[in-house]
């Protein structure tokens, strides 16, 4: 309201300028000048004290960016306000690879086996996976081994193959004749952590298992163990053979 008056005001004495001589005319024309001007001053200092303070890029603040802003000129709450939060535990129990194996005959089939959550299988060189342990009475795997003979045929130790506050124990050695589809349970319950499997390249009925045992006591099943007739005769426990302790 008030610019607008200021304009008109501005209109009037622009149209009484043409009726008098050249003197007035000019000092007609730079109170004009002075009047738009200032005019223009007192217009933008009233509308910057009605909106507020802007932020940044044009944003207006709200009370409590303002509050921010005053606590910021504080050099130490300055510093302070650097400092971010993180995490330092308890110990997350995900994202452990224990071990890999790959199919000799099909480059594009891969087991893992993880520290924390069982047995992954692709068959697309890691594009997609499928877990296969998932109704097993146990999480924690620690190793994982194909047969040379017979690619359908996948040996697993449970227990990750580490030492740690943070590992999670198994329940012995595994075995599937289907790729994963089953598995079945061959002994070495009180192992707790099987650290490698291998089979024979010519006999599959001979596996060596290395257990390393349970971490925080004395006894359970470890060392170094033998077998060669479970596959054969399909016995629920492995044969054990001299356990090296």
Known sequence: MFFKKICILAGRLAF???????????????????????????????????????GQRGAWRTADNNKEVKENRNPVKAALNSFKFRSIGPAFMSGRIADIAIDP???NVWYVAVGSGGVWKTENSGTTWTPLTDNMPFYS????????????????????????????IGHGVYHSMDGGKSWKDMGLKKSEHISKIIVHPNDP????????????????????YKTTDEVKHGRTHLKLTNGLV
């Open 205 to 224: 009925n001979t596996v060596w298992v290395a257990s390393q045992g349970p971490l925080w006591s004395s006894g359970g099943e470890r060392g170094l």
């Open 16 to 54: 009484s300028v043409g009726q008098v001589d050249e003197n007035k005319k000019l000092n007609y024309m730079r109170n004009l000048k002075l009047l738009l001007v200032s005019a223009t001053l007192i217009f933008s200092y009233f509308g910057s004290l009605a909106q507020g303070p802007r």
């Open 105 to 107: 005959k099909n480059e």
């Open 141 to 168: 795997t620690g190793c994982i081994t194909i047969d040379p003979q017979n690619n359908a045929s996948i040996w697993l130790g449970t227990g990750e193959n580490v030492g740690g506050r943070h590992v999670g």
